[in-house]
């Protein structure tokens, strides 16, 4: 499977984005996909992740509120991105969640695409 990142931009703070991650190849549609964020000189930070329903979503609190996961039924993941803040401003990463356990334990991840970068600018 690859994923593929895209909808990153720089913005103003304030303003929105909608990223899209997309799937090829063997979708593994019946596991829970998730968002991560790098910043410069930070360490990859959980963002939100969902269910193969997409019933089931899970944030972090820095994005709680602001940001809202979603997917539809052809494999394609989004992360809607009100507000932003300077803060935010990271390369962000889709994955898939093979094992169980911790939500933003990023080893439990795999497959992650390329990124797409979100620039928020004060």
């Known amino acids: 499977v690859q994923l593929q990142a895209s909808g990153g931009g720089l913005v103003q703070a304030g303003d929105s984005l909608r990223l899209s991650c997309a799937a090829s190849?063997?979708?593994?549609?019946?596991?829970?996909k998730g968002w991560f964020r790098q910043a410069p000189g930070k360490e990859r930070e959980f963002v939100a992740n969902?269910?193969?329903?997409?019933?089931?979503t899970v944030y972090a609190d820095s994005v709680k509120g602001r940001f809202t996961i979603s997917k539809d039924n052809k494999n394609t993941m989004y992360l809607q991105m009100n507000g932003l803040k300077p803060e935010d401003t990271a390369v962000y990463y889709c994955?898939?969640?093979?094992?169980?356990?911790?939500?933003?334990?990023?080893?439990?991840?795999?497959?992650w695409g390329q990124g797409t970068q979100v620039t928020v600018s004060s």
């Open positions: 994955a898939i969640k093979l094992a169980s356990g911790t939500n933003s334990d990023d080893s439990l991840y795999r497959f």
């Open positions: 969902i269910n193969w329903r997409g019933d089931n």
């Open positions: 190849g063997r979708a593994y549609s019946s596991f829970v």
